[in-house]
């Protein structure tokens, strides 16, 4: 008797959500946020969003609460990002590992153009009666969001990548998402961003991670290819 092939076992419904499906939703659901937080502050010109979230942090504002928000928003400040990323460059530099290096150097300087641009396009004016006096520029979209989930964002990318303990890295990359919460909150706490800046920098700085980092992972992949077809034709 002939055999009868094997009958084929029926994927469950969840099996599409892989890993690049998800960051297809995610990046989706990034830009459809920037563009809502863009139509009501500068098309509808709302500011009840951005009122309301004042008001509920209002009543919790405390000197030892002010004080340590003045640590967190520190930790996304491109005075202390913008030294880490070369003091990571020249790491990933030192070990050999050049495309670590790329991949900072390509997302650290293209978010800050990024940012810069976008706040001098929107140009809108920051909150009154901040609780910090060292703030200038323009509000919308939050810096400090938008750098720290570019920054922490790619940390959390080459852990995922590069560290094999599962619990270990899962810790971490906890951690820093929780970090990435806490700068962007400071913000608000702090009263140097609308609710709506921080939101539309926290979806901007995703958008821009995943790209970079997709765009200089092709660039990497073709690079390799190309070296070792030269090398095929040179033996």
Not at 92 to 109: G, V
Not at 146 to 155: A, N, R, T
């Amino acid at each position: 008797m002939e055999s009868q092939p094997p009958a084929k076992t029926k994927k469950p419904w969840y099996s599409i959500f892989t890993i690049e499906f998800v960051l297809i939703l995610l990046l989706l659901f990034a830009l459809v946020v920037f563009i809502y937080e863009i139509r009501r502050v500068f098309i509808s010109e709302s500011s009840a969003f951005d009122d309301r979230v004042f008001n509920s942090i209002k009543p919790y504002i405390n000197d030892g609460l002010t004080s340590f928000m003045l640590v967190i928003t520190f930790l996304g400040k491109h005075d202390l990002l913008i030294p880490l990323n070369f003091v990571l460059i020249a790491f990933f530099i030192y070990r050999k590992e050049k495309w670590f290096a790329t991949r900072i150097a390509a997302l650290s300087l293209s978010s800050l153009l990024l940012m810069f641009s976008l706040k001098f396009f929107f140009q809108r004016n920051r909150p009154q009666q901040q609780l910090i006096d060292d703030v200038s520029g323009y509000s919308f979209p939050s810096g400090h969001a938008l750098i720290s989930v570019v920054f922490y964002g790619l940390f959390i990318h080459m852990i995922w990548h590069e560290v094999k303990n599962k619990w270990l890295r899962t810790l971490v990359i906890i951690i820093l998402g929780i970090l990435i919460i806490l700068i962007a909150f400071s913000r608000i706490y702090l009263r140097v961003h609308y609710a709506s800046d921080v939101i539309a920098g926290i979806a901007v700085g995703f958008i821009w991670l995943v790209l970079s980092l997709r765009i200089v992972q092709h660039i990497e992949k073709r690079f390799i290819s190309r070296r070792a077809l030269k090398a095929e034709h040179m033996e």
